[in-house]
Every structure is written in C-alpha cells, then in structure tokens.
T-cell receptor
C-alpha cells in the first residue's frame, strides 16, 4: 500500500524563480495538507485541499498557492522565491472529514533550497 | 491561538537510559494530542496519540498521558536504543477539519 509520495525530493532554485511541488496522497485518502518545515523548526501549516478547493489556510502570503486534481493529487506553487522559502515542504493526506481522532499520513518531503 | 511548547534539545542519552521529553499545550476545549517522530532524511511518522483527558497513548515502548489539569503530554520511554535517535514533535489538532499545530521539536541522540 503506497503511502504519500512527493516529488521532487530535492531542488535548488534562485531568488525570484517559481517552483511547483507535487504530492500523491495515500490510497483511499482524499484530503491533502501542505506544511513548511524550516531547518530546526516544527512544521507550519500552509493550506489544506479537499474536493479540489482550498479549505483552510495558514499565515502564508499569496505567493503560496495550490491545486488539487480530481484524482486527489495536489501541487504546491511558490512564486517569486525568497531565501526564506528554503525549507522542507511536507505533504500530508487524510480522509475527510478530518475528525480530531483522524491521523495525517506524511510524505518524506521536498527539500527546497533557494540561492 | 493554539500553541505547543516542548523542551529544547538536543537530548543526549546512553543506550538503555530513561527518556522524558516534556510537552505542554495551550488550546481551548479538548484537542487531540500527538507525538510524531522524524528520522534523519525522512518525513514525519505518527508515534502515538491521545484524544481525551487521561488517555494514554503507547507505541514501540513509548508512552504519553493526556493531562488536562496540567495541559501536558510528556513522552517517556523506559530504555532507549540507538535506533531511537531522531527528532520528536509534539502536536495538537483542535477540531475536525483543522490543522496540526506542532512544537519546535526535540532532537534525541542515543549513544551506544
């Protein structure tokens, strides 16, 4: 049973560029959430997608946008990259509705370095 | 808002030592509480969870008890192994459809 898969695993960009990260949820899951984990810190919630719509959003600027496809996979796009966007980006999937007792399954992450 | 505070690391232990990682939270109502573990180069894995006061979550020798009166969810293991070396994150989820709020993580290094 495949878990959450993310691509690419590593990438390097320069300031001002744009990046797209991809996520395939665990089989049977229909909700995808994205988190940003800066080095040495805990993950921070970016946004959550369900039924192809953004359902919740954390304190991230509009440069961060996303999309969910009919097969439940998702993309995270970041425009006008800043040095501070360097981080591990984690995708997590779950089965909606995400009750308090539900568990999120995380992927291994995409490590973005902005030079 | 919701927040999670956990002890800063790194925590360095010898094999077979007792491990405690303190975690306290701030949230209204009754959140669900989690411990996640992150091994080097990997994503997050759920270690254990508790969904109501006085619940004890346990897995792989790790335990944590949901203490409403002290708003705490401390992680313990009686005898650590080198393979337990990782970063441990305490987290909460407040309500259905809501996001996970994480603490800053505690790095644990177990030496042979």
């Amino acid at each position: 049973d495949a878990g959450v898969t993310q691509s690419p695993t590593h990438l390097i960009k320069t300031r001002g560029q744009q990046v797209t990260l991809r996520c395939s949820p665990k089989s049977g899951h229909d909700t995808v959430s994205w988190y940003q984990q800066a080095l040495g810190q805990g993950p921070q919630f970016i946004f959550q997608y369900y039924e192809e719509e953004e359902r919740q959003r954390g304190n991230f600027p509009d440069r961060f946008s996303g999309h969910q496809f009919p097969n439940y996979s998702s993309e995270l796009n970041v425009n006008a990259l800043l040095l501070g966007d360097s981080a591990l980006y984690l995708c997590a999937s779950s089965l909606a509705p995400v009750a308090r007792t539900n568990v999120l399954t995380f992927g291994a992450g995409s490590r973005l370095t902005v030079l | 808002g919701n927040s999670v505070t956990q002890m800063e690391g790194p925590v360095t232990l010898s094999e077979e030592a007792f491990l405690t990682i303190n975690c306290t939270y701030t949230a209204t109502g009754y959140p669900s509480l989690f411990w996640y573990v992150q091994y080097p180069g990997e994503g997050l894995q759920l270690l254990l969870k508790a969904t109501k006061a006085d619940d004890k979550g346990s897995n792989k020798g790790f335990e944590a008890t949901y203490r409403k009166e002290t708003t705490s969810f401390h992680l313990e293991k009686g005898s650590v192994q080198v393979s337990d070396s990782a970063v441990y994150f305490c987290a909460l989820i407040k309500a259905a459809g809501n996001k996970l709020t994480f603490g800053g993580g505690t790095r644990v290094l177990v030496k042979p």
